[in-house]
């Protein structure tokens, strides 16, 4: 099986960060964790990943942290505090996967050029998307699939089974997909997540999907955080008197924040 390269965006899920790296030691030679001092609705927050991690942790999971950076331009249109508010959480989310993509293309050039380096598989996800290194054991991977994941909304108890998860993406280097492929659409409409057709989903499971594997106080967090924060389904929800009550009810009976069983 060739090395794994693991390269994920994380926020606040220090547990699940941990869990992650043990899961995936058999066969990650390298992790790249991406996170920013900034949510995606803009406002500050601790680099969580970071002030988590021992050095032995770093050296042990060949870790490079990287704190994603932000253009003056950026931090202009994604002013959350202004009356755009509801758009502006898109723009440091883009950012962040533009940004992914340059650094993936140096991946990529660096092992390619590197003698003796042989070839890598590289998996790109959120944090949440977890291989099942078994099953990734027998899986031939020519140059790209979308591993398709069993998905929970937030623990096992809540399995949802339609429709399948497959948003991540792993390629293999050798194969030179992934500069053909931004070659092919250009690099400002390539988007990692929106690959169905380049990179189309594996014919049987390779892992898991947590979505809110969390405490209440960290989903309550992950609602006033992420690029959702201003759809209509969030914002009903964070308009509830007592928001912790509201999301443990959900909880018990397995319902999301959409409101769907």
């Known amino acids: ?28 030679t390298r992790t790249i964790i991406l996170e920013s001092n900034l949510t995606h609705t803009g406002q500050p927050k601790p680099l969580y990943m970071r002030n988590a991690l021992t050095v032995d942790e770093i050296k042990r999971h060949a870790i490079t942290l990287v704190n994603v950076p932000f253009t003056e331009d950026e931090y202009r249109r994604g002013n959350c505090s202004s009356s755009r508010a509801g758009r502006c959480t898109w723009v440091f989310e883009a950012a962040q996967r533009r940004y992914v993509n340059h650094l993936l293309q140096q991946i990529v050039d660096d092992v390619s050029q590197t003698s003796g380096a042989g070839d890598a598989l590289v998996h790109v996800s959120d944090l949440d998307e977890l291989l099942d290194v078994e099953a990734l054991a027998t899986e031939r991977i020519a140059d790209c699939v979308s591993p398709t994941l069993r998905s929970f909304v937030y623990g096992e108890r809540c399995p949802a089974t339609y429709p399948a998860w497959a948003r991540s993406v792993l390629f293999r280097i050798g194969s030179g997909w992934l500069n053909r492929t931004i070659n092919i659409q250009g690099p400002a409409r390539f988007q990692l997540r929106k690959q169905a057709r380049a990179c189309p989903p594996s014919k049987k499971w390779l892992g898991w999907h947590f979505g809110n594997f969390m405490d209440t106080p960290h989903i309550v967090n992950k609602l006033n955080s992420f690029a959702h924060k201003y759809d209509g389904f969030i914002q009903q929800m964070l308009k509830d008197k007592d928001i912790e009550a509201a999301v443990e009810r959900r909880v018990r009976n397995c319902i999301d924040v959409r409101g769907r069983k």
């Open 1 to 28: 099986m060739l090395p794994l390269i693991d390269v994920f965006t994380a926020n606040d899920e220090v547990a699940m960060m941990h869990f992650r790296l043990r899961l995936h030691a058999p066969i990650a």
